[in-house]
């Protein structure tokens, strides 16, 4: 299995850790230093990681004045809780970017929103899950009785004549 690690470029990672954990219903904990953090899923999954602009140097992330915010990039998540993903999010942002409507691509819900930083943050509903046909019978394969060879069969018999 694969991972990516989506790596973002903000202000202040404190606040935009508790930003995101809001927007995904996390409960509230602090990232791992004050210049990087993970928001993960509950299964560890590492969603998103947040940088300190400046931080260690990388040269992508020297400065938010080297490029306009966001340009170039769309943080697109998919979520099983839609509903209440849309409800934490008007309770994060004064408004949306785009109000909850239909994807033709994807045939699913989706809003979007600017966090912090000014990044655009699409939320996208899961796809109800398949359902299958009716479960299928397995086919019982019956016991066959195997011959035993003579000489322990002549064993198995005088032990069951003993036991009488």
Not at 41 to 64: F, I, K, R, Y
Not at 102 to 116: A, G, I, M, Q
Not at 124 to 131: G, I, V, Y
């Amino acid at each position: 299995m694969k991972r990516t690690w989506t790596i973002i470029g903000v202000s202040d990672v404190p606040s935009s850790f508790k930003w995101y954990q809001s927007l995904f219903g996390q409960p509230k904990t602090s990232p791992g230093h004050d210049y990087f953090g993970q928001i993960r899923d509950t299964d560890g999954t590492v969603l998103l990681c947040l940088h300190q602009w400046g931080a260690h140097e990388h040269p992508t992330l020297m400065s938010p004045n080297e490029a306009s915010l966001g340009n170039g990039l769309l943080l697109f998540f998919r979520v099983d809780d839609f509903g209440l993903a849309l409800k934490r999010a008007r309770a994060v942002v004064t408004r949306l970017e785009e109000e909850p409507h239909v994807n033709p691509n994807t045939r699913t819900k989706e809003f979007s929103l600017r966090d912090l930083d000014g990044y655009y943050v699409t939320i996208s509903a899961l796809p109800a899950p398949r359902r299958r046909g009716p479960a299928r019978r397995r086919s019982i394969k019956r016991l066959q009785t195997t011959k035993v060879p003579g000489p322990i069969r002549k064993s198995l018999e005088r032990r069951s004549r003993l036991r009488d």
